[in-house]
T-cell receptor, first 112, second 113 residues
Framework: SQKIEQNSEALNIQEGKTATLTCNYT??????LQWYRQDPGRGPVFLLL???NEKEKRKERLKVTFDTTLKQSLFHITASQPADSATYLC???WGGGNKLTFGTGTQLKVEL | NAGVMQNPRHLVRRRGQEARLRCSPM?????VYWYRQLPEEGLKFMVY????????ESGMPKERFSAEFPKEGPSILRIQQVVRGDSAAYFC???????????FGPGTRLTVL
């Protein structure tokens, strides 16, 4: 079965630095991969989507890369701010499937 | 354009009672997904519905759980004879098309006493 791994350890970084979060998967490459942000007590909020034939996607301070050879996606937040502190979820959809499979998320804390 | 709405936000039930969770998708969205999130665990897919049809229910427990999305009105996730292990946050998401980003509601936190 498909497996998604995100670093379960919290990531603490200093304000202004670039945060990099990792999402690894096993077996088949997904049709596309999405990143969501989740704050405590709230539902996930969609951030970025990258398809299997795309290498990189950007949106403001966010950047996502997708390496189907390494079976890995990296999520970058540049010039990080305390307001970026949240849990970030990676989600994959495999071709022909109807459902997203989520990783357990990585908690990011940006300190002043 | 209002986002995905879920109610109630918090629901407390005693073992053996029924829980009904409601989800109103975003306007214009005909695809609805239900997920369950247990403490310290990731979101787990339960069921995918498209107006009046269940498309994929591979994540639904075989017993006690059911879902519907009628022509008129919200989608309903129904849990009969709840047990303590059903305590979790239940999220609904909607999308305008199948392979598109999903917009999540605020969730319903179910506590079974």
């Amino acid at each position: 079965s498909q497996k998604i791994e995100q670093n379960s350890e919290a990531l603490n970084i200093q304000e202004g630095k670039t945060a990099t979060l990792t999402c690894n998967y096993t077996n088949y490459s997904p049709a596309y991969l999405q990143w969501y942000r989740q704050d405590p007590g709230r539902g996930p909020v969609f951030l970025l989507l990258i398809r299997e034939n795309e290498k990189e996607k950007r949106k403001e301070r966010l950047k996502v890369t997708f390496d189907t050879t390494l079976k890995q996606s990296l999520f970058h937040i540049t010039a990080s701010q305390p307001a970026d502190s949240a849990t970030y979820l990676c989600a994959l959809l495999w071709g022909g499937g109807n459902k997203l499979t989520f990783g357990t998320g990585t908690q990011l804390k940006v300190e002043l | 354009n209002a986002g995905v709405m879920q109610n109630p936000r918090h629901l407390v039930r005693r073992r053996g009672q029924e829980a009904r969770l409601r989800c109103s998708p975003m306007k214009g969205h005909s695809h609805v997904y239900w997920y369950r999130q247990l403490p310290e665990e990731g979101l787990k897919f339960m069921v995918y519905l498209q107006k009046e049809n269940i498309i994929d229910e591979s994540g639904m427990p075989k017993e006690r759980f059911s879902a519907e999305f009628p022509k008129e009105g919200p989608s309903i996730l129904r849990i009969q004879q709840v047990v303590r292990g059903d305590s979790a946050a239940y999220f609904c998401a909607s999308s305008p098309q199948q392979d598109n980003e999903q917009f999540f509601g605020p969730g319903t936190r179910l506590t079974v006493l």
